[in-house]
């Protein structure tokens, strides 16, 4: 099955450690996204990458850091910058030769830190 | 990218069609109009996407006036699996990628 994973679903930090989410796809997407949603608010972009080893600044990349060493993975780190990580994060993926601008996304990892 | 607005919640009943209408007045000639779909703890899902008049795919049908300064998602025949947050988007034209802006969305909530 084609799709994008995300782990670990549920993941508990301590406050001042850094942390990183995984994103993987087999859907041969050029283009991966980080998004952030906080309860009962849409989507915010962290970060996004058009291609291997190149990536831009969202809206609110402050506090995180990403890396595109694959076409396949797009990982990104919470670090202990960030003053508010407890979230939901989103991951997606898009392909950029399209009729489309259609952009599909992962499960979702739920960030509790204390 | 323009800036759209839609209404916070609405109510519905199995079986109703369900509109919900989305303003996006800035909106630029080459700009699409994008719905996504989002049930709790889980990620959006593309519904439909259309340019101007009338967009109908398995699931909905979106309609956009000649002037394309709204449009309005249709659900035909709600079930209570179609309660969820519905996102309007625009989306810049000729592109298949690169940043969508999520606003607050619809809560839409269908009772029995």
């Known amino acids: 099955d084609g799709g994008i994973t995300q782990s670990p679903k549920y993941l508990f930090r301590k406050e001042g450690q850094n942390v990183t989410l995984s994103c993987e796809q087999n859907?041969?997407?050029?283009?991966m996204y980080w998004y952030r949603q906080d309860p009962g608010q849409g989507l915010r972009l962290i970060y996004y990458s058009q291609i291997v080893n190149d990536f831009q600044k969202g809206d609110i990349a402050e506090g995180y850091s990403v890396s595109r060493e694959k076409k396949e993975s797009f990982p990104l780190t919470v670090t202990s910058a960030q003053k508010n990580p407890t979230a939901f994060y989103l991951c997606?993926?898009?392909?950029?030769?399209?009729?489309?601008?259609?952009?599909?996304f992962g499960p979702g990892t739920r960030l509790t830190v204390t | 990218l323009a800036k759209t607005t839609q209404p916070i919640s609405m109510d519905s009943y199995e079986g109703q069609e369900v509109n919900i209408t989305c303003s996006h007045n800035n909106i630029a000639t080459n700009d699409y109009i994008t719905w996504y779909q989002q049930f709790p703890s889980q990620g959006p899902r593309f519904i439909i996407q259309?340019?101007?008049t009338k967009v109908t795919n398995e699931v909905a049908s979106l309609f956009i006036p000649a002037d394309r300064k709204s449009s309005t998602l249709s659900l035909p025949r709600v079930s209570l699996s179609d309660t969820a947050v519905y996102y309007c988007l625009v989306t810049a034209g000729g592109t298949s990628y690169g940043k969508l802006t999520f606003g607050q969305g619809t809560i839409l909530t269908v009772h029995p």
């Open positions: 997606a993926s898009s392909p950029i030769q399209s009729s489309l601008y259609e952009q599909y």
């Open positions: 259309g340019y101007k």
């Open positions: 859907l041969n997407h050029d283009a």
